[in-house]
């Protein structure tokens, strides 16, 4: 059921030059976030904004690796999104960091292109129908929550690969047990926070992670 394999109910495209596929668990995933409005529309317009915002970030990792001459593709699935890259050629720990940067720093800029849309509509006053009001609004959320989520300090999110980049910068000793160590930590942390907020998705998510970090199972090619 959570397999991140080739399933004949993937969708696939190339964008920009790099294949993208989404499985079908990555809907599923978007739509039980979303479904607490218990309104379906609302429930699409989440879906499809969660869909774009996390495009948006897997683009930008996927196109920082082309510039630096790596073949990227992407994957949306259950656990959100992943950006492979053939990164062993002419690789280093601040090529490593910028890698990691750019996913949030593309939704980051997608949020300011939508709150600069959202204001100018607003300044020339024209009105904007409800379920558009809705879709400024998941952008607005999405592309703040998500991106900050993605920097915490924990592998393989981007805050993790930032730090296991500083890290190889540094020529720290045992910096793979350092960065492992403190994401197994503030991972489980944040899945026994979820716990007590009775959010199950991050509850599962990021115990998962932790065990990933603690067993050494996360795949060192994704972003």
Avoid: K
Wanted: glycine share 8%; net charge neutral; aromatic share 14%.
């Amino acid at each position: 059921m959570f397999s991140a394999g080739p399933t004949p109910l993937d969708v696939t495209f190339v964008l920009f030059g790099i294949p993208v596929r989404v499985n079908p668990m990555f809907w599923l995933m978007a739509a039980a976030l979303g479904w607490g409005s218990g309104d379906l529309p609302l429930v699409l317009i989440w879906v499809w904004c969660v869909f774009f915002s996390v495009l948006i970030h897997e683009l930008g990792h996927a196109l920082t690796a082309e510039w630096f001459g790596w073949r990227s593709s992407i994957l949306l699935y259950f656990g959100g999104g992943l950006a492979f890259s053939d990164r062993y050629v002419n690789n280093t720990p601040g090529r490593s960091v910028i890698m990691s940067l750019m996913g949030p720093m593309a939704q980051f800029l997608l949020l300011g292109i939508v709150l600069i849309v959202l204001l100018a509509l607003r300044a020339f006053q024209i009105e904007i129908p409800p379920y558009a009001s809705t879709a400024f609004n998941y952008l607005i959320i999405i592309n703040i929550f998500w991106p900050i989520l993605n920097l915490l300090p924990i592998l393989p999110l981007d805050g993790g690969r930032i730090l296991q980049g500083l890290l190889d910068m540094f020529r720290i000793r045992r910096r793979s047990d350092i960065s492992r160590g403190i994401s197994v930590v503030l991972a489980a942390a944040v899945a026994v926070w979820c716990f007590s907020e009775n959010m199950p998705f991050g509850t599962i998510m990021f115990g998962l992670i932790a065990w990933q970090n603690a067993s050494g199972a996360f795949d060192s090619r994704a972003y």
